[in-house]
């Protein structure tokens, strides 16, 4: 399973800005890798794993701006098609850490 965060957030005042990198950074301390500006995902072995991070990322939600989350199976993860330009692009996205089971 796949987590993925959207986000667009304020960046005008420089108070702005340091709470858009605190956010940023917050959820990178917790396994997310960026896939997009402003769009970060993160590899879960289960449901239940992917809740707790997704109760982190709620943990830390700004006062201000948009954020999303959402929940992909591999398969669904894996059918997408990425793009650069017109030429198609293939990026393997795999675990990020070992996990025995």
């Known amino acids: ?9 304020p960046t005008e ?6 709470v858009a990198a605190g956010f940023r950074k917050e959820i990178m301390k917790d ?10 995902l993160r590899h879960c ?7 707790v ?4 990322v709620k943990a830390i939600l700004p006062d201000s ?8 199976t591999d398969k669904q993860f894996g059918a997408m098609e990425l793009f650069h330009g017109t030429e198609e692009h293939i990026k393997e ?4 850490q070992l996990e025995i089971f």
């Open 65 to 72: 701006g948009m954020i999303g989350i959402m929940c992909v």
């Open 53 to 56: 991070h997704i109760r982190r």
């Open 31 to 40: 396994g997310f890798t960026m896939f997009q500006f402003s769009i970060y």
């Open 13 to 18: 005042t420089k108070k702005q800005r340091k």
């Open 93 to 96: 996205y795999g675990p990020q």
């Open 45 to 51: 072995p289960s449901k239940e794993n992917a809740d």
């Open 1 to 9: 399973m796949w987590v993925l965060v959207f986000y667009d957030l």
